[in-house]
RNA sequence: GCCGAGGUAGCUCAGCCUGGUAGAGCACUUGACUGAAAAUCAAGGUGUCCCCAGUUCAAAUCUGGGCCUCGGCA
């Protein structure tokens, strides 16, 4: 890698609770590297706690980008993360150093190593306001006249709403809309894998200390910050459940297991995602996987 | 001990009156996913219907007995 162009960019995947943060922090340690956070909730500022942000020693060792840079009152979407992470990428290699994408946030990842246009059409919040009030069929009708060849799920309210908010201002057909432009890198996409047993133990154990850390105080003093119910931080895993207790939904006593439940389900579907990834080269984090990994990345023309 | 309510899917419960061998939500498994993605949506499996006996062509459902749980009164 030289003059800001990298050859190579590992990714580094799995599900919640695995311990890719940790890892992505030794990598980058034995490597010189920098970390870019592939994260939904992350990005997000204030809300530390359950979002899993890295340590404030983690951060004095290493260099993070893309943690706590967007207001938690807003919505961050993916294609800012992938404005902001090319430029992030860009900036590490110009310096020397190697960059290395880690989070979980698996649709953020295939469009940064992709380069999914995202149809180039931004979010139309006043629009997407007035659509939300429709009943779906009504939605499904819509798509259909804006294209009749459009090709997505007509129960899926959300995509539905997404759909009509692209159409209206580029016109079909959606699927020309639908494009990838790879980076001007090679992405080496490793994934982190355990055994379910081992990630559930990790998940319970986290989300009993993310309770004890204050998780119920730190949602309050969002709320009291303006940060809508709502906002996407907020329907994170940890957040949700603990405005559900803030509701008087759920006691204290069980807050940690309705959360740990979220993380398993959650764990599942990162899981999923990636396996029908052929392009994932696969450790098993029950023991220590960063020997291994720094194996193959050694190995890799970085 | 008496009175009342109840025992149906892993959990919370509907069905029982008016018999035709069972259903919802959540959980679980699987799938979709191009500017909300920790979101959103879909498909699927799940059962000694507490036990025993009786009535009946047929019992989760009706009858009798038993066991257990939760209230109230003692």
Redesign the pocket.
Known sequence: MQGGRPASVPLLLGP?GIGKSRAAFEVARALGGEIVVC????VYDRLDI???KPSREEMREVRYHLVGIADPRT??????FVEAANRAIADIAARGRLPIVEG?????AD?LAEG????????RPDR?AEL?RLPVAELAGIVRRLDPEAT??E?????L??AI??LEVAGPPLAR????RPPPWTPLRIGLTAD?GVVDLRLARRSRRQVERGLVEETRAALAYGVPADA?VL????Y?EALAHIRGEVSLEALPEVMA??N???A???L??L??NPAITWFDATADPVPGILDFLRAQPI
Do not use: C, H, K
């Open positions: 919640t994260d939904s909730r992350q359950a979002t899993n919505t961050y979407t993916v294609f800012e979980g946030s698996m649709l953020w469009a999914f246009s995202l149809a180039g059409v931004p979010p997407r939300e997505l799920d129960r899926n309210p959300v995509r709403v997404r908010e692209v809309l639908r494009t990838r379910l996407p329907t994170g895993i940890g949700a439940r979220s398993r389900r959650y599942r579907r990162q999923r995602w396996r029908r």
